[in-house]
């Protein structure tokens, strides 16, 4: 088992390309689409860092003689569980808290797929056990690049899926052979899909308990049938980028909307099939990847509250309002976002269970609560750095040639400077404002932060139902004191 390097992963997808159309064409070669430049270039610059002296022995861990991604470590203490959370912590300080759909985000999922292996995917049907270790065994031992598709197209949420005009546009089993099973249906979108290299495929809703939605299954990306089109990329202009985007130039994802049209799945790549009973459990309880994808998010967000933190703390130190009454307590309200997060993580570690199979698990009441409170609370961070930046965030001037023209220079010079900074820093700062909140980029990430775990009023609504032993002990509690006030003589 090998970490990569960052040209391992290039020169791998490379040779296993995935269908993908690009403003209306089939794009020959992912590596060389300018759409897909900026997200290879971050990928392949987070795989180095495996190898990079400073960080070697904290990404990955010995196997067999040579050394494997830490990412896909199964966890089976509190101390591992804390040496993945220091992993990831080094990936998003590196990412500040962008790009969440970097290599490590599925790897835990295979892993956590491996360690249900028994208990969950093999406890009827022994064949999907052994293709969950299967699986493991694939992706961990190419260090694979992974994306995922969960959710079905938004045809008409009010009906089920078998009650559209055609029942395969969620993604169905059309048929079983004896080399795999056939499936036709879409989804809605897959982050990173145009330059991964495996597909994660499963419902994240039990919309329809037709047994034909009930499907799971983990294959290559460039399988026959699976077609991704991708959206319009967001990078900047040439020769712009670095000084107007910062943010887009470096940490630009593709989203792609995803088509199984007539798709063989290998057997041996297959986790559920037609077994409705598993689809819930594949999120809670079960196999519950809510508690892990929610402690991961929690993770890449404490990065990104401290880069917004930090953001914010600079364009009012710039403007000079740092001081002011109404702007400190919204820089406070950052730090406080900040530390419940930082402690959401910790606490999760804490709190977490083993479970019978040796995977620790960290606490989901608290890796869920803490993530679906970020997606109210990340959109607000967003918010604070636009209220407090006022009209500074229209970064006028914004262009590095208008920097460079000397007619205009002194000006820029004089009228453009800040409390303490010179025009050039203070420009600097509202180009990276602007691309962070306000650009599409930025625009994208806030849609990123508010609906990529599940839209939140859903999420939020379906809490009551999901921790009941909480909610049965909160209100026994209530019911105690009740009982114990003595009740009139009758
Ligand atoms: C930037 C971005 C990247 C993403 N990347 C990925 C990815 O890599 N892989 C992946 O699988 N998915 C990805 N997603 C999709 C994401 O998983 C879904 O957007 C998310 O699960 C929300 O589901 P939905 O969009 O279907 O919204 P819905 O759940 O359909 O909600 C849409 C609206 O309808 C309302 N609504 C819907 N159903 C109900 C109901 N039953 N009762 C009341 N109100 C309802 C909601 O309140 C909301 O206002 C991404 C999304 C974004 C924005």
């Known amino acids: 088992m090998v970490a990569r390097r960052g040209e391992d992963y290039i020169e791998s997808l490379r040779q296993r390309q995935p269908t993908v159309y690009y403003d209306g064409r089939r794009v020959d070669d992912v590596l060389n ?128 899926a078998s009650e559209l005009i055609d029942p395969y546009i969620q993604a169905a089993i059309v048929e079983k052979n004896s080399r795999g099973v056939l499936v036709r249906g879409a989804a809605m979108v897959s982050t990173a899909a145009p330059y991964s290299e495996e597909i994660i495929y499963f419902p994240n809703l039990l919309r329809d308990p037709h047994p034909r939605y009930a499907l799971a299954f983990v294959c290559p990306s460039n399988l026959d049938g699976i077609k991704f089109i991708a959206r319009r990329s967001f990078r900047p202009r040439e020769g712009y980028g670095e000084f107007e985007y910062p943010i887009s130039s470096r940490f630009e994802e593709s989203d792609a909307f995803v088509i199984f049209d007539n798709a063989l799945i290998p057997w041996e790549d297959v986790l559920i099939c037609e077994d409705v009973d598993k689809i819930i459990p594949m999120m809670w309880g079960g196999v519950y990847m809510k508690a892990w994808f929610n402690y991961h998010f929690n993770i890449q967000y404490y990065s990104r509250l401290k880069f917004l933190t930090g953001l914010a703390f600079l364009i009012t130190q710039a403007i000079g309002t740092e001081k002011f009454i109404n702007v400190q307590e919204k820089l406070g309200e950052l730090l406080i976002y900040l530390n419940l997060t930082r402690a959401s993580i910790i606490a999760a570690e804490d709190e977490g269970e083993k479970l019978p199979n040796g995977l620790y698990r960290p606490n989901p009441e608290i890796a869920v609560s803490a993530s679906h409170f970020n997606m109210k609370a990340l959109p607000r961070a967003f918010e604070i750095i636009k209220l407090l930046s006022g009209g500074a965030l229209v970064s006028l001037p914004s262009s590095i040639r208008d920097l460079e023209n000397p007619e205009i220079r002194r000006y820029i010079d004089k009228y453009l400077v800040g409390s303490g900074v010179s025009a050039v820093e203070r420009i600097k700062l509202f180009n990276l404002a602007w691309d962070v909140v306000s650009s599409e980029m930025g625009q994208r990430y806030e849609l990123y932060d508010r609906f990529s775990r599940g839209d939140p009023t859903v999420m939020w609504s379906r809490m009551p139902m999901q921790f009941n032993e909480q909610k049965e002990e909160c209100i026994r509690l209530v019911k105690e004191l009740l009982d114990s006030i003595p009740n009139p003589k009758a």
């Not at 196997?63 to 896909?72: L, P, V």
């Not at 490590?104 to 995917?121: E, K, Q, T």
């Open 33 to 160: 689409h300018p759409a897909f430049k900026i997200p290879i270039q971050t990928l392949a610059r987070i795989y180095d860092l495996q190898h990079d002296p400073r960080y070697r022995d904290r990404l990955t861990i010995p196997h067999n003689g040579d050394r494997m991604n830490i990412t896909y470590m199964i966890p089976r203490s509190k101390e591992d569980l804390r040496r993945i959370r220091e992993a990831l912590n080094i990936i998003y300080d590196n990412l500040l808290g962008f790009f969440g759909r970097c290599y490590d985000y599925l790897n835990m999922w295979v892993a956590i797929f491996a360690a249900h292996a028994w208990d969950f995917f093999g406890d009827r049907d022994k064949r999907f056990g052994e293709n969950a270790l299967g699986i493991y065994e694939r992706c961990s031992g190419n260090d694979t690049f992974l994306t995922h598709a969960i959710v079905a197209p938004m045809v008409d949420r009010s009906r089920k």
